[in-house]
């Protein structure tokens, strides 16, 4: 067993779990409590302490919030941030400079390239492949009236399915097993399994070919 090693630049706060081998770089945070804005919509709790599976890696410059939970073997890249009540899944990779916003779920084997934004409240299953700069969404009033806290609901993206760069998710909206979302594609409806989509707003072009597919049991 491999002890965690901690930069001396990296901050971790008391009672984060780390397990053999973790490594958190320069100037890294990981396990701090939000700091909240009076109008934030967010839930205000003391949140438990962080935990980190074994063999990860929280690179330069990236922070983890406490209340989450990473697996073992994900690269957390320089930059990136994970925020409040995550569960990320093993062997993950979140690329430099993404933020996995509070109350997202991240399945194994899933890659979030450079740039991603992953707004709260979002499901991302197995095998998931997200491009650099995709945007999701959680919110069809944009801050606007009380009935959105009820309806407040990021993408689900099931096992398998790829995102190109630049897309854009709409609120609520799912993106089925092993479908393809085009680069730059606003996504605006539900994608059913196997599709490829592209456009704006997302339209089905054709089915993904068979010698791309998975093929989940």
Known sequence: MAEPHIHPTAVVHEGTVLGDGVRVLEHAVVGKQPTLSPRSTAKRELLPPAVIG?????????????????????????????????KIGDDVVIGRGSLVENDTTIG???????????????????????????????????????????????????RG??????????????????AFVGAGAVVTKDVPPRAVVVG??????????????????
Do not use: W
């Open 161 to 178: 399915a790829r995102i190109g760069g630049g897309a854009i998710l709409c609120p609520g909206i799912e993106v089925g097993e092993e």
């Open 108 to 158: 194994a084997l899933t890659k979030v390239q450079a740039g991603a934004y992953i707004t709260a409240y979002s499901t991302l299953e197995e095998h998931v492949f997200v491009a650099p700069c995709v945007v999701t969404t959680n919110d069809n009033f944009m801050g606007r009236t009380k009935r959105r806290h009820e309806l407040m609901k990021g993408p689900t993206i099931r």
């Open 54 to 86: 074994a063999g990860t890696v929280v690179s330069t410059g990236a922070i983890v919030f406490a209340g989450s939970t990473v697996g073992e073997r994900v690269v957390l890249g320089d930059q990136s941030c994970v925020r409040e009540r995550v």
């Open 200 to 217: 704006s707003p997302a339209r089905v072009l054709r089915d993904v070919p068979e010698d791309e597919l998975l093929h989940f049991d």
